[in-house]
Structures are given as structure tokens and as C-alpha cells.
């Protein structure tokens, strides 16, 4: 009878100690709906549409933004920054990301990392030089909706 008692009593155990699920299930459809956000980034920048370049962002403030030099801390900053994107006098300009990593930081929070290539266009295409370097953002879930929240972006010299 002690014996019967051991093994469910050493399967509770091991149950217990068990974690409830690995979260696989939970953070899928939030890596699925960032990597959608990041494909829109970057279709943004391709074609240099300063609207669709700032509904990537949260929606509301705090939010970082560093690249470049550039220090932004507002939204409504950063947005007037995309918003003066003008299509038609910048052509052929050029981001693709690399080596992409979805590290989720909680359930409301992701780590976005990967190297990138930018080629800035010109009005009669785009330049000679790709710049390279690497990319981080972290992505927050705010009111139910993700969005990007903090972005820095760091270039070879």
C-alpha cells in the first residue's frame, strides 16, 4: 500500500515542480505580430512613407529613439521627423535586416535584435554605399496594441 502511495505521491511532485507551460504558446502570436511590425518598418523606410513609418511606434509617450546622432524622446518629435519623408525628391532607398532575434521580456514586452543594411536614396537613386551596423528595439504592449518604444540603431565607422 506505501508503495501504491509513493510513485503518485513522487508524480505530484515532479507536476508540481513542472512549469505550467513554457510560455511558447502565449508569445507566439506576439513574435508573429512584432515581426509583422517590423516588416511594416521597414517597408516604411523603403518607400519613405513617413505615415505608415509612424504607426510602427506606440502610441503614446515615453519612447526612445537614437540613431545617427539623433536623440528623440517624444513622440510627436519623432513623428515630425517621418512625417517630412518626402517620396518623391529621395529615390531607391534601401533597409534589410539581418540575423532578426525575438527574445520576449515578459508578457507585455519584447527584445528585437539583428544587424542592418541602410542605403540612403538620392533623387536620382540610391547611394553608393550601404551603411551596415546593428539594431535594437524593444517593442511594448500598451493598451493592447504593440508598438515600438524604444529604437537604437549603432553604425560602422
Keep these: 500500500m506505501e508503495r501504491r502511495w509513493r510513485v503518485p505521491g513522487l508524480l505530484v511532485l515532479v507536476l508540481a515542480l513542472l512549469p505550467l ?3 511558447e504558446g502565449q508569445t507566439a502570436p506576439a513574435v508573429a505580430e512584432v515581426q509583422g511590425l517590423m516588416q511594416r518598418l521597414t517597408d516604411a523606410v523603403n518607400r519613405q512613407d513617413g505615415k505608415l513609418m509612424t504607426s510602427v ?7 526612445v529613439f537614437s540613431s545617427h546622432a539623433t536623440f528623440v524622446t517624444r513622440r510627436d518629435s519623432l513623428h515630425a521627423i517621418y512625417l517630412a519623408w518626402d517620396p518623391t525628391r529621395t529615390k ?5 535586416f539581418d540575423g532578426l532575434t525575438y527574445r520576449p521580456l515578459g508578457p507585455d514586452a519584447m527584445l528585437v535584435t539583428g544587424r542592418l543594411r541602410l542605403a540612403w536614396g538620392t533623387p536620382t537613386g540610391p547611394a553608393a554605399d550601404t551603411t551596415r551596423g546593428s539594431w535594437t528595439g524593444v517593442f511594448e504592449r500598451r493598451k493592447g496594441r ?3 518604444a524604444h529604437e537604437h540603431e549603432s553604425f560602422r565607422r
Aim: aromatic share 16%; charged share 10%.
Design 21 to 23: 507551460g513554457t510560455g
Design 57 to 63: 511606434y506606440v502610441l503614446e509617450d515615453p519612447l
Design 146 to 148: 504593440w508598438g515600438l
Design 92 to 96: 531607391g532607398t534601401f533597409l534589410a
